[in-house]
Nanobody, 121 residues
């Protein structure tokens, strides 16, 4: 069973930094796209940052210049370095992965359980 496990969330003061980690287990294939989403109370889940196996990145406008997504070479592990955190960054952050299964001939998607990031103002 494919699983994504996040870690690194917590409480931080505004202006501080946190680093989130996400590790995949139970998968035999390379994850083609890994990303971070977040959901604040009362709001829809939104994309924060994504990274493809080819190295392309995509960031939400609200985090550009502050957050950096990276991946450990050759591994299905992704990180989100969050700097200059703001109160509005408070949310549950979810790791997401998309991988191709040859026997199915299609992409499958997997989500982590989420990790809470709280930024005090």
């Amino acid at each position: 069973q494919v699983q994504l496990v996040e870690s690194g969330g917590g409480l931080v003061q505004a202006g501080g930094s946190l680093r989130l980690s996400c590790a995949a287990s139970g998968i035999m294939f390379s994850i083609n796209r890994m990303g971070w989403y977040r959901q604040a109370p009362g709001k829809q889940r939104e994309l924060v940052a994504a990274l493809t196996s080819g190295g392309s990145t995509n960031y939400a406008d609200s985090v550009k210049g502050r957050f950096t997504i990276s991946r450990e070479n050759g591994k299905n592990t992704v990180y989100l370095q969050m700097n200059s955190l703001k109160h509005e960054d408070t949310a549950v952050y979810y790791c997401n992965g998309v991988y191709f299964v040859p026997s199915f001939g299609t992409n499958l998607e997997v989500w982590g359980q989420g990790t809470l990031v709280t930024v005090s103002s």
